[in-house]
């Protein structure tokens, strides 16, 4: 059965690596169906992520990387009302970063605030918000790299932001040799990150009613387990139909089989150390329909799995 969705917030990014033959199984739950549909309907292409690759190209043709005042030039060479549609998010990032922020590199927070503050105007990009503090000194402990921080904290976000564009949207922007080669260790921050979301599951929710839940624009929540768990799952909001949970292969409770005997599909963290926004609870509350992969295989005993929410575990 071929159902056309409507629907052009959800990043075919996310649907493409378990897909089978371009098309995704989807479970209902409420009717106890599986039926296949393709990407292309589930992720309604039109006006998705339409980014105007120049506008990154000719950033990277034009700055070399060195500039402190490279934010404030973007704001009045392109769009001076940027920053007043991020007054609330972007200045004290901004404020952070030029003014009293004595670390030699942006936090991740802030780095997520750039990439919003300047990716919005072109492209509908996700907020990312992580609510870890020590992932910086993670991933460079991964990658064993010396010398990370002698890059400002402006070009870091700068270069960061661009890299980030890789993953949001195919289309490879094209880097000047000299920025390859001077910001390598920036380059394997970003692989990394990118190889732990990539290698997620992914987990699909409709919600059942039109009902607008959503009080605020597209939202990522990177939520911690353990110490050493870095993207134990990943909420992500896409708009008032459809949300992306996204859990990491190494920790998944479907790869423990830590489902619960109540029939539950997922448990986060205990109650009291949840950090997902209440307003993105109603949509995962109100679903009704759910797509998921492990490696590409699904479940024989669909009708043996029930919803619950799973922040009521």
């Known amino acids: 059965m071929k159902t056309n969705i409507n629907q052009h917030y959800l990043p075919q990014y996310y649907l493409r690596n378990f897909a089978i033959d371009k098309s995704i199984e989807i479970y209902d739950l409420k009717l106890k169906k599986k ?29 070399i990387f060195q500039d402190h005042d ?17 007054f609330d998010s972007f200045n004290p990032t901004r404020d952070r970063i030029i ?17 919003d503050f300047i990716l919005v105007q072109t492209y509908r990009n996700p907020k990312f918000s992580l609510f870890f503090k020590d992932i910086d000194n993670y991933i460079k402990s991964k990658n064993d790299v010396d010398g990370t921080k002698e890059y400002d ?26 920025v390859l080669v001077g910001f390598k260790s920036i380059l394997d921050e970003i692989q990394l990150l990118k190889s732990l979301i990539t290698n997620s599951y992914k987990i699909i929710y409709w919600n059942k009613t039109s009902i607008d839940f959503i009080t605020n624009d597209c939202g990522m929540s990177f939520i911690r387990l353990e110490g050493n768990d870095i993207f134990s799952s990943i909420y992500v909001p896409i708009n008032t139909k459809i949300a992306v949970l996204l859990v ?47 490696n590409g295989i699904f479940p024989n005993n669909i009708d043996e799995v029930e919803y619950k929410p799973w922040w009521n575990i």
Request: a neutral charge; proline letters at 1%.
């Open 70 to 86: 490279f934010i404030d030039k973007i704001i009045n060479e392109y769009n001076e009302s940027i920053l007043a549609s991020f």
């Open 153 to 178: 904290k402006i070009t870091r976000g700068i270069v960061i932001l661009l890299l980030f564009n890789n993953l949001h949207y195919p289309k490879k922007t094209k880097f000047k040799s000299d």
């Open 99 to 115: 003014n009293k922020d004595e670390r030699e590199t942006i936090s991740v927070i802030d780095f997520h605030s750039l990439v």
């Open 35 to 63: 039926y296949t549909n393709s990407i292309s309907n589930v992720a309604y292409k039109k006006n998705f992520y339409n980014v105007d690759v120049s506008f990154f190209n000719e950033i990277i043709e034009n700055e």
């Open 248 to 294: 990491n292969k190494e920790t998944s409770i479907f790869k423990n089989k830590k489902i619960k005997d109540s029939g539950a599909i997922l448990q986060i963290e205990e109650p009291d150390k949840t950090h997902v926004e209440t307003y993105n609870l109603s949509i995962v509350e109100n679903a009704n329909r759910f797509v998921f992969s492990q």
